[in-house]
């Protein structure tokens, strides 16, 4: 009964724009506040949700809700990435991903990596003692995971450990109310974030995988899609199954978390069920019960939305700021899964802008 009401609410939330009075307008988007809510896991809230008044990447000046996250999970939730020798089995190393397919990282993997890449400059290991070169300090992650990896981090396994975090990440996302569709080509720009996972996980985009292998590294993923950068913290490259569900009435699929322009992104299809949906480019579509929705990707496909729909709205660092999405730079290229080191990507407020 409760997961109907909620699909009540979703349905109403978007009939919200057509509706007449403002009193039936006050009570929606309260209603609606209170059901975003409690969808997240409520470790994950710092604060809000608010409304708040909100440019969109479009230039649509709308409303939004204004939820600040932090990353919910512990410690011994997220990993492993890196095995330690090459006897070791996949227990003790994450995926990596190529051609669209997920490759469990385990010594085997790394010992063999000059052959699956056909290219003998691979040489991840002590061929004496089988050990794997891995960033096993702060300092070694931030050099390895940089836009230009220092030389002597080449042919490592770059693991960032939760741990080299100084404080979590806190992020405020402020999305429409009511999704605003883009005018013509969706926007497939894959760099920055996709949206947030009920846990206050990031949906980030693609890993640069090009400048990660350029320099003889990878980086892997662990079994959740996850790994760390120390700018962003820990953020999923796909959606692997293992982030809290919030079952939707009607739908084809449990929902995972909302994309950075509003819509509800649904758990992956599989079998006769991703046939049968004829996902868009996107990997969304349209239902008669929620409307627009994704279909977050697994990590396999490095993209967990194929692209955006809708206006984005905004991440920002402060609680505080104002979220004008159409404002915003066009973003700086990929780093090597520092990802951003030099500035924000589309969507998120320039760091000079910060409080
Ligand atoms: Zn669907
Ligand atoms: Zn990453």
């Known amino acids: 009964m409760k997961h109907f009401a909620g699909t009540m609410l979703l349905s ?57 996250l932090k990353n919910s999970l512990d410690h011994d939730e997220m990993g492993s990435w890196c095995p330690e020798n090459i006897g070791d089995g996949d227990d003790k190393g994450g995926i990596w991903m190529r051609d669209g397919k997920s490759i469990d990282v385990d010594g085997a993997f790394i010992e063999n990596l000059a052959t699956f890449y056909d290219d003998p400059e691979w040489q991840l290991f002590d061929k004496e003692t089988g050990k794997i070169n891995v960033t096993d300090t702060k300092e070694a992650c931030a050099a390895a995971a940089a836009i230009i990896v220092a030389d002597e981090y080449n042919n490592y396994c770059v693991k960032c450990d939760p741990a080299y975090m100084d404080e979590l990440t806190e992020t405020t996302y402020v999305l429409p109310l ?111 019960s929620i409307g627009y929705h994704y279909h977050g990707n697994s990590a396999e496909k490095n993209a967990i939305l194929g692209c955006f729909h809708g206006e984005s709205g905004c991440a920002l660092h402060s609680a505080d700021a104002v979220c004008k999405a159409d404002e915003l730079p066009a973003g700086p290229p990929p780093g090597q899964d520092g990802e951003r080191p030099d500035g924000p990507p589309p969507g998120q407020e320039r760091p000079e802008a910060a409080e």
Do not use: W
Request: glycine share 12%; aromatic share 4%; charged share 20%.
């Open 178 to 288: 009511v999704p605003v569709p883009l005018e013509g080509e969706p926007d497939d720009n894959q760099h920055g974030q996709r949206g947030v996972a009920f846990n206050g996980v990031v949906f980030d985009g693609s890993a640069p995988q090009d400048v990660i292998l350029a320099a003889h590294t990878v980086a892997p993923l662990d079994d959740c899609g996850g790994h760390v950068n120390l700018h962003a913290g820990y953020h999923y490259h796909g959606a692997n199954g293992c982030s809290p569900e919030e079952k939707v009435a009607e739908a084809d699929a449990p929902m995972i978390g909302f994309a950075m322009d509003g819509y509800p992104i649904l758990a992956k299809l599989t079998g006769d069920d991703a046939e049968d949906a004829d996902l868009d480019a996107c990997s969304g579509h349209t239902a008669k």
């Open 12 to 68: 109403s939330a978007m009939g919200l724009m057509a509706s007449g009075s403002a009193m039936a307008h006050e009570m929606d988007v309260s209603a609606r506040l209170e059901h975003i809510k409690s969808m997240f896991d409520a470790k994950s809230i710092v604060e809000g949700p608010k409304v708040v008044d909100c440019t969109l990447s479009g230039g649509t000046e709308t409303q939004c809700f204004s939820i600040t």
